[in-house]
Each structure stands twice: as structure tokens, then as C-alpha cells.
């Protein structure tokens, strides 16, 4: 899908406008066909290096983009910078393009389930959480559909808003999205409640993970009693507050294991658990495996 969301409008601009606006080329790491996840083998011009002929360079990256660690991909993309042309990552692009050092300086984004491994693995990036960064020439996309969004408003920069808006229709695109668009729906969505102390609650969850809220301060950010919470969860999330909690934080610590280098010790005390025993048990309960097999099992082919 980021793939598709970001070639078809180019695609959709050349159709609609009668015109070869645009043209582009497919390169892989060693210069044989690309498998995406799909299992449709792509073709490839050729092996991505730093003499590409090329305006733009968009870098896609599924899957799990912190395993990614090939020198000669990242020299390539830093000789491609040092010529000018505008990087862009799309998805986990932008975890590639953070370790080939092309983002110090720049303001970015990527996918929101990539976004915790993203903010550990380097702190003092300037991580937005919106569905598209065009920073001078650096280019990230949360991916997704949000690629449509991101070359829609590409479109409209070069040859103006009238084809934009054609390719929009195109793909049924009926609103435009920003720049700083929300990549999830909101929590209330998400969840499917409406009370407002819940929703508020929830946010805070999310929010807190690594200095869990105790029930009080969660109560009192709903607005009501402790009391009243526990029934609110009960009625509408069919759980309790404390197993709730667990599952944010649990989830949170699979996402750091599979991609980052942290210790055991250290995504527990990020997702809040003070004692590695205690993570141990709870992760374990939550996943039927225990972390280390959790990381173990992200890194095998």
C-alpha cells in the first residue's frame, strides 16, 4: 500500500494531464527483483548507488526497517544527498534514511507502529506525528494512504491545485488531508466510547506509559471517582483499569524488543515495569512466549 499510495498518483498526474509529467525507476539493494510483502516479485532497473539519474528518491521500507543495516545502501542514499536530490522515506523509509545520518537537522515522521523503536533508536531526531514532512530536501511519509496525501500536494506544487484535484478524484480522495494529519483515528474511535472522562483516560494511558498514572490521577482526570471509573471500564472497554494498562504498556514492549537493540531490562523500565520479573510474567501471559523469544523471532529470516 505505501508503495501503490505514492507511484499511482504520478501515474494518475501523466494519464490525466495527457501529458509524461513524470517517470520514475525501481532499484533494489543488489540490483535483483524486489519481493514486497505481498509476494509479487517487482523488477528493478538496477542497484541503487549514488549515480542514479534521478530528481527524487523515494525509500520504502515494511516490515521491521530496524534490522536494515546495509553500509552500501546508506553511502548510496548520502552520495544521492550530497548531489542535491531530494530523499524521501516512506513508512519505515524514514528508520533507513535516520541511519544513513540524512535526517539530523530535519523535522520527520514515520508509521506510528514504528514510532516507538524510531524515538529511542534516535532520541534527537525531530519527530512529528503527522502523515507527511516535506523539510527542504527531506521528504517522510507515515505510508499507508498517506502517500496519496503526500504526492497530491507534490502535484499541486509543480503544476498546480486543478490537477492535483483531478488526481484526487481519481482515486476518490474527497477530502485533503494535512500535512499534520492524524495518522490513527482518535481514541474514541479506536476504542468506540463516547464518555468523555473515558476518552480522556485513555488518552492519558496512552500518553504514560514508561510512569504509569496511579488509579487516582487517572480518576481525576476523568473527572470522576475511582469508583466510577472501574465501572466505566467495565461497561463499555469490558475490562478493568489495571488490565487495560498492562496491554498499552505490553504492547508498547513488544514493538521496542522487535526493534530496537534495548535490553530486556531496559523496555521494562521504558513500558513502566520496575521489576524484569515482574514484565517477564506479564509479557509472557500476554504473548504465550517470553521476550526473548519475542526479540529472538523478529530477527529470524
Not at 521504558?270 to 500476554?286: D, E, I, L, M, V
Request: charged content about 25%.
Amino acid at each position: 500500500m505505501s508503495y501503490a499510495a505514492v507511484i499511482e498518483p504520478f501515474r494518475a498526474a501523466n494519464r490525466l494531464s495527457g501529458r509524461e509529467l513524470y517517470e520514475w525507476r525501481h532499484y533494489s539493494v543488489d540490483g535483483e527483483p524486489a519481493r514486497p510483502s505481498t509476494g509479487v516479485t517487482m523488477q528493478v532497473d538496477g542497484m541503487i548507488d549514488g549515480n542514479a539519474d534521478v530528481d527524487m528518491m523515494f525509500v520504502f521500507a515494511g516490515g521491521n526497517p530496524a534490522l536494515f543495516d546495509n553500509r552500501t545502501t546508506f553511502a548510496a542514499l548520502r552520495r544521492l544527498s550530497t548531489r542535491g536530490i531530494v530523499i524521501g522515506g516512506v513508512s519505515g523509509g524514514a528508520f533507513l534514511l535516520a541511519r544513513a545520518e540524512l535526517l539530523e537537522g530535519y523535522r520527520c515522521t514515520i508509521h506510528w507502529e514504528h514510532e516507538p523503536a524510531f524515538i529511542e533508536t534516535f532520541p534527537d531526531l525531530e519527530v512529528e506525528r503527522g502523515l507527511f514532512v516535506i523539510d527542504r530536501r527531506r521528504i517522510t511519509c507515515a505510508g499507508g494512504t498517506a502517500g496519496l496525501d503526500l504526492v497530491a500536494e507534490l502535484i499541486a506544487s509543480t503544476h498546480g491545485p486543478d490537477l492535483a484535484q483531478l488526481v484526487s478524484d481519481w482515486y476518490l480522495r474527497t477530502h485533503k488531508r494535512p500535512a499534520e494529519g492524524a495518522q490513527r483515528a482518535a481514541v474514541s474511535q479506536r476504542y468506540r466510547v463516547s464518555h468523555p472522562g473515558l476518552v480522556a483516560t485513555l488518552e492519558a494511558m496512552e500518553a504514560n506509559k514508561e510512569t504509569p498514572l496511579e488509579r487516582e490521577a487517572l480518576a481525576f482526570t476523568a473527572g470522576v471517582s475511582v469508583r466510577q471509573l472501574e465501572r466505566l471500564f467495565r461497561t463499555q472497554m469490558r475490562t478493568t483499569i489495571r488490565e487495560h494498562y498492562l496491554r498499552i504498556r505490553l504492547d508498547e514492549s513488544m514493538r521496542l524488543l522487535r526493534e530496537t537493540d534495548l535490553s530486556t531490562v531496559m523496555v521494562a523500565v521504558t513500558c513502566g515495569f520496575s521489576s524484569s520479573s515482574h514484565f517477564s510474567r506479564s509479557f509472557r501471559q500476554r504473548f504465550a512466549m517470553s521476550p526473548g523469544q519475542a526479540r529472538a523471532s523478529s530477527h529470524s529470516p
